[in-house]
C-alpha cells in the first residue's frame, strides 16, 4: 500500500533562518506531488506541482523553492524565512493524471515563523 | 471574486440530521475534489468527481457540470464528522479551493 510521509511535523523558526522540509512517498512510482500551503484562517494554495524527477512548476511567486531529487521525494526549501511564510504545510500525491486523480495528502508540518 | 465558493462557512447539527454542503465554481473544469480536513489538520481525499454522482457510505457528493455547482450530503450525521470540509477544482494544472465549510455534529 501506499504511504506518504512528512517531516518534521511541527517547526519554529527565526525570520531570515532556512527551511527545509521533505515529503517522501512508498508504493509508488512515478507520482505527481504537490506542496500546498494552509495560512492561519485561509484556504489551502497550491504552491509546486511535480510531473517528474527535476520537473517542478511554480503556480505563486514566493519565497519559497522545491526541487524533486528523486521519483518519491519532494524538497519544500526557503533561503531566508518570511513572518508571512508561517502556516500548515502539506505534502500531497497523486497519479499521472494530475487533479484528476484522487490525492493522497501527507501529514503537514506546521511551521512558525518569529 | 473567487473562483470557489463555498456555503455554509460554519454548519452545526444534530446527531442524526441530514447535512448538505454546497460549493459553486466559475471556471471550467476537469475534475472537482471533496476533502475533509480534521482539527488536527490532516486532510483526507473523499471523492473526485468529474460528472454525476458518488456514494461512499454515508456520503454522498453530486456535481452538475452545466451549472458548475457540487453538492456534498451527509446522512444520518455523527459527531465524528465533525471536520472542515473542502472542494476543490481542477483546470489545466490550476487548483481552485474553497475556504471550506466547518462542520460541527452535536450529540
Known amino acids: 500500500s501506499q504511504t506518504i510521509h512528512q517531516w518534521p511535523a511541527t517547526l519554529v523558526q527565526p525570520v531570515g533562518s532556512p527551511l527545509s522540509l521533505e515529503c517522501t512517498v512508498e508504493?509508488?512510482?512515478?507520482?505527481?506531488l504537490y506542496w500546498y500551503r494552509q495560512a492561519a484562517g485561509r484556504g489551502l494554495q497550491l504552491l509546486f506541482y511535480?510531473?517528474?524527477?527535476?520537473?517542478i512548476s511554480s503556480e505563486v511567486p514566493q519565497n519559497l523553492s522545491a526541487s524533486r531529487p528523486q521519483d518519491r521525494q519532494f524538497i519544500l526549501s526557503s533561503k531566508k524565512l518570511l513572518l508571512s511564510d508561517s502556516g500548515f504545510y502539506l505534502c500531497?500525491?497523486?497519479?499521472?493524471?494530475?487533479?484528476?486523480?484522487?490525492?493522497?495528502f501527507g501529514p503537514g508540518t506546521r511551521l512558525t515563523v518569529l | 471574486k473567487n473562483e470557489v465558493e463555498q456555503s455554509p462557512q460554519n454548519l452545526t447539527a444534530q446527531e442524526g440530521e441530514f447535512i448538505t454542503i454546497n460549493c459553486s465554481y466559475s471556471?471550467?473544469?476537469?475534475?472537482l475534489h471533496w476533502l475533509q480536513q480534521h482539527p488536527g489538520g490532516g486532510i483526507v481525499s473523499l471523492f473526485m468527481?468529474?460528472?454525476g454522482k458518488k456514494k461512499h457510505g454515508r456520503l454522498i457528493a453530486t456535481i452538475n457540470i452545466q451549472e458548475k455547482h457540487s453538492s456534498l450530503h451527509i446522512t444520518a450525521s455523527h459527531p465524528r464528522d465533525s471536520a472542515v470540509y473542502i472542494c476543490?477544482?481542477?483546470?489545466?494544472?490550476?487548483?481552485?479551493f474553497g475556504t471550506g465549510t466547518s462542520l460541527t455534529v452535536i450529540p
Open positions: 511535480s510531473v517528474g524527477i527535476g520537473q
Open positions: 508504493g509508488t512510482s512515478n507520482p505527481n
Open positions: 468527481l468529474s460528472s
Open positions: 471556471v471550467g473544469i476537469s475534475a
Open positions: 476543490a477544482v481542477v483546470t489545466g494544472n490550476q487548483f481552485y
Open positions: 500531497a500525491w497523486s497519479g499521472p493524471s494530475g487533479g484528476a486523480n484522487e490525492q493522497f
